[in-house]
């Protein structure tokens, strides 16, 4: 199975900042089949949100400071400036290969 | 509105079964999968299985295949995950989502306590 690994596992920054996350697969992911998700921590049962598909499509409704970018083995979640609702957990998704898999998380916090 | 509503909470002990439900609206239930994603606590997210309602058609996590079934009812647009003999470490939070590739559409998800 692909193996997605997130980097860094905590990133510490201020609002308006710009966040650039790292998702990394451990074999190529074709046709870009890569997905990126925001869930909020903290509050019980929230469901993760889909912000990113196809790599670098925004999902209906997503504001456009979120950017997704990359191929192959290398993928990247750049916000642009960071607003207070995007401070979360993020997690990159790939379904290009059986069974789809999840990178372990970023969590994005408040400095 | 596309909506995926969940069953209500569950704590069960042991060796217990257990079948929780995601009934879906607003879509054409039949015409997109519908997955399980488990995460337990205070980890990341971990796919299951998913389903196609139009033909039952089904896909397991080689890690759990065995280990949960998970069904659909076309009549009453529902999607189901069952365990016949619970463990401790089955217990997490359960999201249903919409999608045989990403998941545009999730549930607000099942918390499964297995404890004695």
């Known amino acids: 199975e692909i193996v997605l690994t997130q980097s860094p596992g905590t990133l510490s920054l201020s609002p308006g900042e710009r966040a650039t996350l790292s998702c990394r697969a451990s074999q190529s992911v074709t046709s870009s089949s890569l997905a990126w998700y925001q869930q909020k921590p903290g509050q019980a049962g929230q469901p993760p949100r889909l912000l990113i598909y196809g790599a670098s499509s925004r999902a209906t409704g997503i504001p456009d400071r979120f950017r997704g970018s990359g191929s192959g083995t290398d993928f990247t979640l750049t916000i642009s400036r960071l607003e207070p609702e995007d401070f979360a957990v993020y997690y990159c998704?790939?379904?290009?290969?059986?069974?789809?898999?999840f990178g372990q998380g970023t969590k994005v916090e408040i400095k | 509105e596309v909506q995926l509503v969940q069953s209500g909470a569950e704590v069960k002990k042991p060796g217990e079964s257990l079948k929780i439900s995601c009934k879906g609206s607003g879509y054409s239930f039949t015409s997109y999968w519908i997955a399980w994603v488990r995460q337990m606590p205070g980890k990341g997210l971990e796919w299951m299985a998913m389903i196609y309602p139009g033909n039952s058609d089904t896909r397991y996590s080689p890690s759990l295949q065995g280990q949960v079934t998970i069904s659909a009812d076309k009549s009453t647009t529902t999607a189901y995950l069952q365990w016949s003999s619970l463990k401790a470490s089955d217990t997490a939070m359960y999201y249903c989502?919409?999608?045989?590739?990403?998941?545009?559409?999730w549930g607000q998800g099942i918390l499964v306590t297995v404890s004695s």
């Open positions: 989502a919409r999608g045989g590739s990403f998941y545009d559409y």
């Open positions: 998704q790939q379904y290009a290969s059986s069974p789809w898999t």
